[in-house]
Structure formats: structure tokens, C-alpha cells
């Protein structure tokens, strides 16, 4: 398989079907082999790791690394926004395990044409996220080469009194709700979106959340991974999946028969939070609707795995997940 110059926003079923999962595969490799260590309470295969070295809360670990001409076009876009989106994307999965963030270290591996200027103004991009959600930029890296610009955060956290919010927390039964809205975050949101940090902290805080997870790849794949962690399935209403005006507007842009709705489904780097809780507490949620943005049910945790789809009439099929997942060559 060739490299596709598609970013991960971009990425459709459609671009996307021949994919293999090898993302998800070498994840799963890496789980097996990794020697467990004493420290470590929430393994790899989570949106972060947590250690703990004393009995204070714990830390919330994780890097992410964003890409020239996969995740972002820097000859199209202000490098100021890569670095907001740099940052943004980390503290996103810092919110997915409804942890606090405190600081974060940042490697820049530059172009060796213009690199410094580059470097300045994606801080520039940076430091005011930075400074919205009190995060330390502690400290980093800087290299060059002949390649194009990747940038890689790893951020630190803290775990709240209620410890962190895991993908393996689903019970059938449970409620799946979504933050804001979904799809065509192509058109802009991709790069100027503000982590649902805030809104997890409350969340957590209010409500008893069972699991979670931020949309990074695609609605369908990214809730197909929580419940792969918890070990159940989950059925959506389709006609409940609150769309994103984006979403049709790039429908139509694309003009390839796609519909609004399979980008609100498929779609990555929504950034928006998928939570799961009790039907009683989604229902005070939905109901209470505590955010400035609204919380949404898309459907249910169900015993049995596998993903469904509920339609309009009530009639529940199977549903392909469909996102973005990073090529890799078979061996
Ligand atoms: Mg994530």
C-alpha cells in the first residue's frame, strides 16, 4: 500500500476501505509483549497510561505525534494552528480519562529550510492553549532534517478524586452519549478545536461515568474500541447522531454519494468526547444538560459484541466501523 496524501480528517470509508488495522494491531502485539510494571494501573491500549509512585493522585501520561501531509497541509494552513492542534490533540486524550493537565514536553523535528521561524510561531499556536488550561510547556527537543515538519507533545496529568475514566468501563445497559457534534471536521475544526477538558473534569465530577473515549479516528472506530476494551457491544440510533452542518457541507464538497450522517459516523479528529454511564445517570445528563455544548445519547451498550446500527423503523444491523488508521506496509 502506498502512503495516500490524505489527512486524517479527510479520510472516508470510502478512501479507507481497503485499510488493514494494523494501528490496532501492533497496539494489541504491543499489550502482550510489554513487560507489566508495578507503577503502571491503566496499561497500554487506553487514550494515556497511569502511574503512580506514591499515594498521591495519579499521573496521566501520553504523547501523540502530528504529521506535515497527514494530519495537517503546513503549505495551506498557519503553522500557529498546527501548534495549537499539536497540543490540543494530547490534552483531547488527557479529557478522555477525565484527568487534569499540568504540563507537557514538546519535540519538534524541523525542515531545515525556515525551521526556526516555523518553531516560533508554532509556540505561538501553543502557548495560549497552554495557558487557557494552566499547562507547564516544561521542556523539549528540537531536531532538523530534509523531511517535512512533525511535531510530537507528550502531556502530563493528574487523575481527579475520582480516579481516571477507562475505555474498559462499559456495562450493557449503559447509555452512550456524545459531546457537541459530529463530521466535516475537515473544513476547520480539525485544527482550531478545544479539548473537552473542562467538560470532562464535570462531567466526572457529577455524573458516574463508566467509560470514555475521545473521537480521534472516527465516531464508529473510536467507540468500537471502547467497547473491544470493555469487552461488550454497542447499538446507535442512527437518527439520534447529532450531525455537524460541516458535515453535509462536506458531503456535498466531496460530492462522492457520502452523506452527511456517514461523516458524523466515520469522520476522524472530531475531538469530541463518547461516554458510556448508567441509563438513570444519562438520563439526569441529558436531561441536566450541564455544558455549554450540547450532550447528546447516540444509543446503547448491548452484552452482545460487535457494532450495531438501530434505523428509524427500529430495525438493528450490523455496522462497519469506519475511520482513520495510520497505513502500514504488510510484511
Ligand atoms: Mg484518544
Redesign the pocket.
Known amino acids: 500500500m502506498g502512503s495516500m496524501p490524505i489527512t486524517r480528517a479527510q479520510a472516508t470509508s470510502a478512501s479507507r476501505g481497503t485499510i488493514e488495522p494494523m494501528e490496532d494491531e501492533l497496539v494489541a502485539w504491543l499489550r502482550q509483549h510489554l513487560p507489566a510494571h508495578r507503577d503502571q494501573s491503566v496499561p497500554i491500549g487506553d ?1 494515556a497510561a497511569v502511574l503512580h509512585w506514591g499515594t498521591g493522585p495519579g499521573c496521566v501520561v501520553m504523547v501523540d505525534v502530528v504529521m506535515d501531509g497527514v494530519d495537517f497541509e503546513l503549505a495551506e494552513v498557519a503553522a500557529s494552528r498546527v501548534g495549537h492542534k499539536a497540543l490540543a490533540v494530547n490534552l ?2 488527557l479529557a ?1 480519562m477525565a484527568a487534569r493537565p499540568r504540563a507537557a514536553v514538546v519535540a519538534l523535528v524541523l525542515p531545515r529550510h525556515g525551521g526556526a521561524e516555523l518553531a516560533r510561531e508554532l509556540y505561538a499556536g501553543m502557548i495560549p492553549l497552554a495557558e487557557r488550561y494552566d499547562v507547564a510547556l516544561a521542556g523539549g527537543d528540537i531536531n532538523s532534517w530534509d523531511g517535512r515538519l512533525v511535531v510530537s507533545v507528550t502531556a502530563i496529568g493528574q487523575e481527579t478524586a475520582r480516579g481516571p475514566l477507562r475505555r474498559s468501563g462499559a456495562r450493557p445497559g449503559d447509555w452512550i452519549v456524545v459531546t457537541g457534534s459530529l463530521g466535516g471536521s475537515r473544513l476547520a475544526k480539525h485544527l482550531d478545536f478545544e479539548p473537552r477538558v473542562n467538560e470532562a473534569l464535570l462531567l466526572h465530577e457529577r455524573y458516574a461515568l463508566h467509560a470514555g ?2 473521537i ?1 479516528d472516527g465516531l464508529t472506530l473510536d467507540l468500537a474500541r471502547l467497547c473491544e476494551a470493555s469487552g461488550c457491544g454497542s447499538v446507535i440510533d442512527l437518527a439520534s447522531v447529532p450531525i455537524d452542518p460541516a458535515a453535509g457541507q462536506w458531503a456535498r464538497q466531496l460530492a462522492d454519494g457520502s452523506t452527511a450522517l456517514d461523516h458524523a459516523l466515520s469522520d476522524g479528529e472530531d475531538f469530541e468526547l463518547v461516554l458510556t454511564l448508567p441509563a438513570d445517570e444519562a438520563a439526569r445528563l441529558v436531561a441536566d444538560q450541564p455544558l455549554e455544548i450540547p450532550v447528546t445519547r447516540i444509543g446503547e451498550i448491548v452484552a452482545e459484541r460487535g457494532l450495531w446500527q438501530r434505523d428509524a423503523t427500529g430495525i438493528v444491523t450490523p455496522l462497519v466501523p469506519r475511520g482513520f488508521q495510520h497505513e502500514l506496509d504488510k510484511p
Open positions: 487514550d483531547s486524550d478522555a473515549i475521545d480521534s
